[in-house]
């Protein structure tokens, strides 16, 4: 209940049920397989769930494949370091993925895959983690 | 509600009324139900604002008046007495003209005739109604929670039911590692119990803190002989067979374990106690749903406290309930304007000689910041979460003297960025006292020890550098010891330094630290695990001071694999710290699939093998089918999802992981020797065998290759592998530290023995010095350079004793090593979830 956000800027039907918090490793990441491409949900040590897509802007890699720490996300190919609020890539890199808003409600996690297209080069705010 | 009432034989509502309030003006009557803090506070309040205006009643369930519940702990630890946590006595409550009736729960209201009927049928009619009736503890429904000893930690009767039990000794278990059942637990352990916390979650009061001062947290509390058990989950309570006197016996764990139990306690949360107003028809969610006035839906009837949901939210701590006391005294007294908004609250431990303090939302979010601070002597740890130039939250433990500064900077959402660079260190930072690392140390006692590993006090070292006229931190070291090991305490000493001589010191330049989460180096670190026994990543975090909660990619990795060296079969591997192809056990390529090498014994396969081969080839459609340098075959193209099927039908084949993926032992590539070669002088190929049984499966600092040739022609090219063996006539020669990478180099020759015995021996013990004392990603080739062919030598040709011992470690980390990892993950499931979507939408 304390992780329940509400959302006011993006209407109930949006939101895509994807499974529980406790189904993606702590300090790991889980894959959602969407027709747009894969997203990467993302577990961070205080129980934070972030949703990207699963390509780093420099070479597409996956970055569902990477080692979490804080709220970032090293890409497994060259190292790159991905805010995972935002998608954008750490300086001295430059680049931005697709970040989809997610809802944690109790243990179960949802996705709004209709906003990511809104943000995709970057949030506009419509994430849950205000 | 009207049934009840009709039902009721108590006396008439008339001669109650007679008996209860005395003659004069005629006054609006005020019934509260609850004698708790919340409701009590509200009374108070409204007292001050507006004295006389209410004709007051208060009922209380339990027999006692007022009291300060949050004090139960130190009730229970004996620091303080009943009388000492009153808030208001029976005098106070004749003196300001209020009708309490104490052991007297309500049963039901009447909301058309405005009337509350309690248990004993006395009935009260109201014109304003205010419910106040708390909480109740949660009991979890496994079996046995109703069996006498099961008890919750609420009330001064819970209180009594511990402190007897605790009179007569014996073992209490704890449920729930949060606020109340740390406290609980701690007052029993006082009071002389053996006591062990149950603990769901893998930390401790995970809800008011980070992991890290979880950590903290937990080992205090086991310095204090209280056992914590994480990750456990109560299955059942089991009686103690006594017929006829049959009570709580022991608690069953879901993984079997049995934990005897005289007393249990059950603190794992908190339920609102809505009953009343939900049986009275009132709009109720989790609690009874309140406005900003703190109107339920009956627009007569308040509810404050912890049984209200106040935009969707509960609270059960004091500072809430206090906030929403004053919103509606304020509206009773006929006030206007004043709302609840809601609450930020801040929570500190009430267990004597542990200080945490939490406050506000540490768990960050878009564009937070942490600021983290640690001081492992003082066990010391400090995190701040900042967004912009705001406060947000804060985790502090060991030193909570800010606690209170943190919080109003949070709760007035100040605008920080003066305070910012120091703010860490505290209040007064800014002007250069308390918070001032140096005014610190001066301000240590001579005999506070500075350095950890080797006993030296802070009186020892400024004796050493007046007296001796030390001026530099290797001096010190040299001196007095202390740093010299694990070098944790450097900082420290490089204070003393300045804080002793002033301006005559001048800090060495640093080195380089082993990432941006630490200023200590590899070595630095490695030597502070063995030598201070840190046996988990949070303990090296806290001990080595790092100033992220929980590291970077660079760092993890390295913690795990000096843990896993310096601790095997203790220190469990830390999945979510290694790199993807060793989380994968197979080689991501660039478009996001694997690649996968099954192991060739010293580069021998069969035809069996080949076409087990083939046919998983066929089965998944693997695109390329390469031969790799080190004799083995390698299949590219493989979707993630796929690799547990494809492992099992190599494993069908009787194949295993190649490791191809690994910071470990890869391949022992040969030449065929003497079993086919015209030119062989012994079995190459048959002792590179014996090479790869040995060492395969093992963690290295970074990959390992070794090669046997069976002659001096050198065909399996030994000569440019981490180890390399090449056989002459007289038996063989090892050659180590070499390479054929980016940088070519050459193996040294390091000794000739022989018999294949002491090349088994020999490999031991170099690859277990290279796993102690290589740092992480550093090959054999850059380690020999740094440390020089002789030393190597000295440890394993001149030493024949540490060689042997060496090698003894070396095979006991090896029984902790060498399980299949394919086989695991393709037959056992482990890590299920690695391979699979965790969904697949539109």
Request: charged content about 25%.
């Amino acid at each position: 209940m304390e992780n329940a956000v509400s959302e006011p800027t993006i209407s109930e039907a949006v939101w895509t049920q994807v499974g529980s918090i406790d189904d993606i490793p702590v300090l790991g990441s889980r894959v959602v397989r969407t027709p747009g491409g894969d997203i990467a949900l993302f577990r961070t040590a205080a129980d934070e769930v972030f949703a990207l897509e699963d390509a780093c802007p420099h070479k597409q890699g996956p970055l569902s494949q990477g080692i979490v720490h804080g709220r970032r996300v090293t890409c497994p190919l060259h190292n790159w370091v991905i805010e995972l609020a935002t998608g954008e890539a750490v300086a001295p890199d430059e680049g931005r993925t697709g970040h989809v808003p997610v809802r944690v409600e109790g243990r179960s996690v949802a996705i709004a895959l209709a906003e990511a297209k809104l943000s995709r080069g970057g949030c506009r705010k419509a994430c849950g983690h205000v | 509600m009207d049934m009840h009432l009709s039902s009721n034989n108590g006396p008439a509502v008339e001669s109650n009324e007679a008996e209860l309030h005395s003659a004069g003006p005629v006054r609006e009557r005020l019934v509260v139900v609850g004698n708790g803090m919340a409701g009590m506070k509200t009374v108070e309040e409204l007292l001050a604002k507006a004295p006389g205006r209410f004709d007051i009643t208060v009922f209380g369930a339990e027999p006692h008046p007022n009291y300060n519940r949050i004090m139960l702990s130190p009730v229970l630890a004996g620091e303080k007495t009943f009388d000492q946590i009153v808030l208001n006595s029976r005098e106070w409550y004749d003196a300001n003209g209020i009708t309490l009736l104490t052991g007297e729960p309500v049963e039901g209201i009447d909301r058309e005739a405005k009337m509350v009927v309690s248990q004993s049928g006395r009935v009260v009619p109201y014109d304003r109604l205010l419910i106040a009736t708390g909480s109740m503890p949660f009991i979890i429904p496994v079996p046995g929670s109703t069996l006498p000893g099961v008890i919750g930690f609420r009330d001064l009767a819970d209180v009594d039911a511990m402190l007897a039990a605790a009179a007569k000794g014996g073992r209490a278990v704890v449920i729930g590692g949060g606020l109340l059942g740390l406290e609980a637990a701690n007052g029993l352990r006082v009071k002389g119990m053996e006591v062990t916390v149950i603990h769901l979650m893998p930390t401790l009061m995970e809800r008011q803190l980070d992991p890290s001062a979880g950590m903290l947290l937990q080992r205090e509390l086991e310095s204090r002989g209280i056992e914590v058990l994480t990750g456990a989950d109560t299955a059942e309570i089991v009686g103690n067979n006594q017929e006829g006197d049959e009570r709580v016996g022991a608690v069953r764990l879901k993984d079997g374990r049995e934990l005897p139990a005289d007393i249990v306690v059950m603190a794992v949360g908190i339920r609102p106690n809505m009953a009343l107003g939900k049986a009275a028809g009132l709009d109720c969610g989790r609690g009874i749903r309140v406005d900003d006035q703190m109107r339920t839906s009956d627009p007569s009837i308040y509810a404050v406290g912890e049984c209200v949901e106040h935009r969707g939210l509960t609270y059960g701590l004091v500072a809430p309930l206090f906030e929403m006391a004053k919103v509606l005294a304020h509206d009773l007294a006929g006030g206007e304007g004043g709302a609840y908004a809601g609450s930020v609250t801040s929570t500190k431990l009430k267990v004597t000689g542990v200080d945490v303090f939490s406050a506000g939302d540490f768990s960050g979010g878009e564009g937070t910041e942490d600021i983290v601070f640690r001081d492992a002597a003082r066990g010391v740890y400090k995190r701040l979460v900042l967004k912009g130039n705001r406060l947000l939250g804060a985790v502090l433990y060991g030193d909570t003297k800010d606690g209170a500064w943190y919080f109003s900077l949070l709760k007035d959402g100040a605008d920080v960025s003066t305070e910012r660079d120091g703010m860490i260190f505290g209040q007064g930072f800014g002007g250069g006292d308390a918070g001032d690392p140096n005014a610190a140390i001066a301000a240590l006692p001579d005999s506070a020890e500075i350095c950890g590993c080797n006993g030296v006090c802070k009186g020892t070292i400024v004796k050493a550098i007046t007296e001796k006229g030390l001026t530099s931190l290797d001096e010190v070291k040299a001196h007095t010891k202390a740093s010299a090991s694990c070098g944790g305490c450097a900082g420290t000493v490089e204070r003393l330094l300045a804080v002793t001589l002033g301006d005559g010191f001048t800090a060495a330049p640093k080195v380089k630290p082993m990432c941006k989460c630490t200023h200590h180096t590899h070595d630095q670190v490695r030597a502070a695990i063995v030598d201070r026994g840190l046996k988990t990543m949070a303990e090296v975090f806290q001990a080595m001071e790092w100033t992220t909660p929980d590291g970077c990619a660079s760092c993890r990795p390295a913690l795990n694999y000096y843990l896993l060296c310096a601790w095997p079969g203790e220190y469990r591997d830390d999945y979510q710290s290694r790199y993807i192809n060793e989380r994968a056990h197979a080689n991501i390529q660039k478009d996001g699939t694997y690649s996968v090498v099954p192991r060739m014994w010293g580069g021998l396969t069969s035809a069996a093998e080949l076409r087990a081969i083939a046919d998983v080839v066929d089965k998944f459609a693997i695109p390329t089918v390469k031969v790799t340098g080190g004799q083995r075959i390698d299949l590219f193209g493989v979707k993630k999802e796929d690799l547990p099927a494809v492992w099992a039908d190599l494993n069908a084949a009787g194949m295993v992981s190649g490791h191809a993926y690994a910071k470990g032992l890869r391949t022992v590539k040969t030449c065929v020797g003497s079993e086919w070669c015209r030119f062989g002088t012994q079995d190459s190929t048959g002792l590179g065998v014996k090479l790869e049984r040995l060492t395969w499966g093992t963690w290295t600092p970074h990959k390992v290759k070794l090669a046997v040739s069976g002659c001096p022609r050198n065909c399996a090219e030994a000569t440019i592998k981490d180890l390399g063996v090449v056989c002459i006539d007289s038996g063989y020669e090892l050659h180590v530290g070499g390479n054929g990478g980016l940088h070519v180099r050459a193996c040294d020759l390091m000794v000739r023995v022989a018999t294949e015995e002491e090349v088994l021996e020999y490999t031991g013990a170099f690859m277990q010095l290279y796993r102690e004392e290589a740092r992480y990603l550093e090959r054999t080739a850059p380690w020999v350079e740094r440390v020089g062919l002789d030393h190597i030598k000295a440890a394993l040709v001149e030493d024949p004793e540490r060689r042997r011992a060496l090698n003894a470690r070396f095979l006991f980390s090896q029984t902790f090593s060498q399980d299949d990892p394919w086989a695991e993950r393709a037959a056992k499931g482990v890590d299920r979830h690695e391979f699979n979507l965790l969904a697949e939408v539109g």
